[in-house]
């Protein structure tokens, strides 16, 4: 269990905002989108599915995976390409690429960071890693791997991170997208724009959690 604070959790201050960053998280995934704090019929099979797709099948796996993804995440990848190409020229970027990508996940890494290289918010796709934390929090607690208690800590701490990270929802949502083509499961370029409607709705929701989030949650 997280906390480090070792504050009183008040869930009621957080849950209002489970949905919005959980809902980022259906960007480039074939699943319906749930309310995860919500019961709902026959959700679980598919939820199992997108949990699988981590490789998170019981308890310590998703400790694990949590506790990744909090200190290491898929944001330390991304961030040590992005310093080795912001070095380089332009033709020296390109060709390094093509010379040091030894499969085509890496080729479609190193080209999202290429191209985005410019265009990142402060926080990066911190974003990613975080709303991933949230939904496999609140995931977990529904199939039964950890206890709501636990879940509420985990969302807790995530919050603490989020609001330390970036200071606009804007900047987040453009992070979490980076970061879902950064690790799209099929290489594809296509999950902003296949969830532009998604996206447009999150962004402009009045429930905007870095602007309305509780701090003393």
């Known amino acids: 269990m997280m906390n480090s604070s070792n504050r009183p959790i008040r869930p009621a201050s957080l849950r209002p905002y489970v949905n919005p960053l959980t809902q980022l998280c259906y960007v480039g995934a074939d699943h319906c989108q749930y309310d995860l704090l919500n019961s709902v019929t ?14 998170i099948r019981d308890t310590t796996a998703l400790i694990q995976k949590m506790k990744w993804l909090m200190g290491t995440g898929t944001r330390q990848e991304f961030e040590s390409a992005h310093n080795i190409l912001t070095g380089m020229m332009g033709s020296e970027r390109r060709g390094y690429i093509e ?11 190193l080209t999202v960071v290429h191209y ?52 606009s929802w804007k900047d987040y949502i453009i992070g ?13 370029w296509n999950c902003i724009s296949d969830h532009k ?13 870095l602007n309305s989030i509780d701090k003393k949650h």
């Open 42 to 55: 026959n959700a679980d099979r598919q939820i199992y599915e997108m949990l699988s797709r981590w490789a």
């Open 99 to 109: 010379t040091s990508s030894e499969s085509d996940r890496e080729r479609h890494r």
């Open 116 to 167: 985005y290289m410019r265009r990142m918010p402060p926080g990066g796709i911190k974003a990613y890693d975080y709303s991933w934390i949230v939904f496999l929090s609140c995931a977990g607690h529904k199939l039964g791997f950890i206890t709501e208690s636990e879940m509420w800590y985990y969302i807790s701490d995530t919050v603490d991170l989020i609001q330390g990270s970036y200071i």
């Open 176 to 188: 979490y997208s980076i970061g879902a083509v950064y690790n799209a499961a099929d290489l594809s």
């Open 197 to 209: 409607a998604l996206l447009a709705r999150l962004l402009n929701s009045s429930a905007n959690p």
